[in-house]
Nanobody, 124 residues
Framework: VQLQASGGGSVQAGDSLRLACKAS????????IGWFRQTPGKEREFVAA????????QYSDSAKGRFTVSRDNAKNMVALQMNRLKPEDTAVYSC??????????????????WGQGTQVTVSS
């Protein structure tokens, strides 16, 4: 499966952005889709993930209450709605596909396919 993230941009603190992860391939619904982010000099960190059939989701502590992940399997797409953005949310956001169990959604080594990221910049 091939993935492409889009929707990033430069916004002010408190603004919202909606990222999209578009996938190719007929087996999209088999995969958990995770969102990860990375800033220069730091390790990539988990943001959110959603089960292949939808329903089960997981969020990092920093994303809980502000970000919402959703998917539309008919469109081969996963969205990450990010509200009340903070400067510390500035990063390159990437989506990935894999088959981790729910308790392991945050483990990046369990994701086999990665797309190119999209830059999110939040200024204060």
């Amino acid at each position: 499966v091939q993935l492409q993230a889009s929707g990033g941009g430069s916004v002010q603190a408190g603004d919202s952005l909606r990222l999209a992860c578009k996938a190719s391939g007929p087996t999209f619904s088999r995969y958990v889709i995770g969102w990860f982010r990375q800033t220069p000099g730091k390790e990539r960190e988990f943001v959110a993930a959603i089960r292949g059939t939808g329903g089960a989701t997981q969020y990092s502590d920093s994303a809980k209450g502000r970000f919402t992940v959703s998917r539309d399997n008919a469109k081969n797409m996963v969205a990450l709605q990010m509200n009340r953005l903070k400067p510390e949310d500035t990063a390159v956001y990437s989506c990935a596909a894999g088959t981790p169990i729910l308790s392991a959604f945050s483990l990046e080594h369990l994701y086999n396919y990665w797309g190119q990221g999209t830059q999110v910049t939040v200024s204060s």
